[in-house]
């Protein structure tokens, strides 16, 4: 196994463990991750992992960026994808954000049945949407993170999933 999947296989599981127990993914962990992948891939790669290791950060961060600007997830969130994108560069990036989404759209659904919020759940994306047509793509204050009444999701879970898929099919 590469160095880098080891690194985003362990910050991946260490932000999850962080993320399940507080809600949160601390910023020394994210920048942490992303500044030794920047350094691990100039080492090995030279200018072309430079430019590897910042277009993987731009896409890991870009994945998440319209949901966590829409209120829908937290900033630690878009800057673990970031750092994972970092280690993996550009196109692997892709490939962790398209399996992400893949996860999450899973472990959200298992998550509102377990906890009794699917229907209702359900009901907002359908307000939600009506909500965009009518006023434009924005968030809407009732159903943000900050705001919102439903059961939280520790978002990592997903980019754990997301990476260890990653890893084994890439």
Same mark, same amino acid.
């Given at each position: 196994?590469? @160095?880098?999947?080891?690194?985003?296989?362990?910050?991946?599981?260490?932000?999850?463990?962080?993320?399940?127990?507080? &809600?949160?993914?601390?910023?020394?962990?994210?920048?942490?991750?992303? *500044?030794?992948?920047?350094?691990?891939? @100039?080492? +090995?790669?030279?200018?072309?992992?430079?430019?590897?290791?910042?277009?993987?950060?731009?896409?890991?961060?870009?994945?998440?960026?319209?949901? $966590?600007?829409?209120?829908?997830?937290?900033?630690?969130?878009?800057? #673990?994808?970031?750092? #994972?994108?970092?280690?993996?560069?550009?196109?692997?990036?892709?490939? /962790?954000?398209? $399996?992400?989404?893949?996860? *999450?759209?899973?472990?959200?659904?298992?998550?509102? +049945?377990?906890?009794? $919020?699917?229907?209702?759940?359900?009901?907002?994306?359908?307000?939600? /949407?009506? $909500?965009?047509?009518?006023?434009? @793509?924005?968030?809407?204050?009732?159903?943000?993170?900050?705001? *919102?009444?439903?059961? &939280? #999701?520790?978002?990592?879970?997903? @980019?754990?999933?997301?990476?260890?898929?990653?890893?084994?099919?890439?």
């Amino acid at each position: 196994m590469a @160095i880098n999947h080891v690194a985003v296989l362990l910050v991946a599981a260490i932000a999850c463990v962080w993320d399940v127990r507080t &809600r949160r993914i601390p910023n020394i962990l994210t920048f942490g991750a992303a *500044g030794a992948a920047l350094l691990f891939q @100039i080492a +090995t790669g030279g200018t072309d992992g430079a430019m590897s290791s910042a277009g993987g950060w731009l896409v890991g961060a870009g994945a998440l960026f319209v949901a $966590y600007a829409l209120g829908g997830m937290g900033a630690g969130d878009v800057k #673990l994808l970031a750092a #994972l994108g970092a280690w993996l560069g550009p196109r692997e990036a892709l490939w /962790l954000a398209l $399996y992400t989404g893949v996860a *999450g759209g899973l472990i959200a659904l298992l998550w509102a +049945t377990v906890h009794g $919020y699917l229907i209702q759940a359900v009901r907002n994306l359908w307000v939600l /949407l009506g $909500y965009w047509r009518l006023a434009g @793509i924005r968030p809407m204050a009732e159903l943000t993170l900050a705001t *919102g009444k439903g059961p &939280r #999701l520790a978002y990592a879970t997903s @980019i754990l999933a997301g990476t260890v898929a990653t890893v084994w099919l890439r």
